[in-house]
T-cell receptor, first 112, second 112 residues
C-alpha cells in the first residue's frame, strides 16, 4: 500500500519566519496528495490537495505545497508564520483504491 | 449543514466489554473510513467502505468490526480482542479517491 513519511515530529519557528514541513510519499501508482491540519481534540481540516494538475498547489491560510515527482516529495510551506498556525499537520496519500493513508504528523510551534 | 457526526465525544468502558462507536454523515458520500490516532503515530486506517454493504480491512483491523448497512452510517465496534483499545477514533467520509476526506470531531475511548 502507499505510504507517507513526515520528517520531523516537531518543528518550532518564530512568528514571521518561514514554515517548512516535509513530506515524502511512496506509491506504485499515481498518487493524490493532501495536507491536513488538526487542532486539539478535533478532526482534521483540509489545507490543500494535489490531484495531478499544477505541481504548485495553493491552499488556505497562505499555505502552499509543491509536488516533486523526482524527489517523491510534497513539502508544505508558508512564507510567514502566525501564532494561529500552531497545530498538528498531516500529509496524506490516496490512490484509485480509495484508501487514504496518513503520515505520523508534525507538530508546529510558533514562538512570539 | 452537511457534516459528519461522531458520538459520543468521550466513552469509558471496562476491559473485556465490546463497545460501538457511532458515525453518521449527511454529505451523500459513498466512501467512509475509520482511523485510530495515537500520539506520535498519526492516523492509522482501521476499516474503510467504498459502498453500502461492502468494506475492506485497513492496516490495523484486528480486534475491530464494522458494518455498512446504510450509506449514511458506518459504526465501528471495538471488541474485547483489541489488545490496546484506548485511543482517539476518527471517522471520515469522501466522495472519490482524489477527493479530500471530511472528518468528524472524534471519539476518545478509554478502557480500564
Amino acid at each position: 500500500a502507499q505510504s507517507v513519511t513526515q520528517l520531523g515530529s516537531h518543528v518550532s519557528v518564530s512568528e514571521g519566519a518561514l514554515v517548512l514541513l516535509r513530506c515524502n510519499y511512496s506509491s506504485s501508482v499515481p498518487p493524490y496528495l493532501f495536507w491536513y491540519v488538526q487542532y486539539p481534540n478535533q478532526g482534521l481540516q483540509l489545507l490543500l490537495k494535489y490531484t495531478s494538475a499544477a505541481t504548485l498547489v495553493k491552499g488556505i491560510n497562505g499555505f502552499e505545497a509543491e509536488f516533486k515527482k523526482s524527489e517523491t516529495s510534497f513539502h508544505l510551506t508558508k512564507p510567514s508564520a502566525h501564532m494561529s498556525d500552531a497545530a498538528e499537520y498531516f500529509c496524506a496519500v490516496s490512490t484509485y483504491n480509495n484508501d487514504m493513508r496518513f503520515g505520523a504528523g508534525t507538530r508546529l510551534t510558533v514562538k512570539p | 449543514d452537511g457534516g459528519i457526526t461522531q458520538s459520543p465525544k468521550y466513552l469509558f468502558r471496562k476491559e473485556g466489554q465490546n463497545v460501538t462507536l457511532s458515525c453518521e454523515q449527511n454529505l451523500n458520500h459513498d466512501a467512509m473510513y475509520w482511523y485510530r490516532q495515537d500520539p506520535g503515530q498519526g492516523l492509522r486506517l482501521i476499516y474503510y467502505s467504498q459502498i453500502v454493504n461492502d468494506f475492506q480491512k485497513g492496516d490495523i483491523a484486528e480486534g475491530y468490526s464494522v458494518s455498512r448497512e446504510k450509506k449514511e452510517s458506518f459504526p465501528l465496534t471495538v471488541t474485547s480482542a483489541q489488545k490496546n483499545p484506548t485511543a482517539f477514533y476518527l471517522c471520515a467520509s469522501g466522495q472519490s479517491y482524489n477527493s479530500p476526506l471530511h472528518f468528524g470531531n472524534g471519539t476518545r475511548l478509554t478502557v480500564t
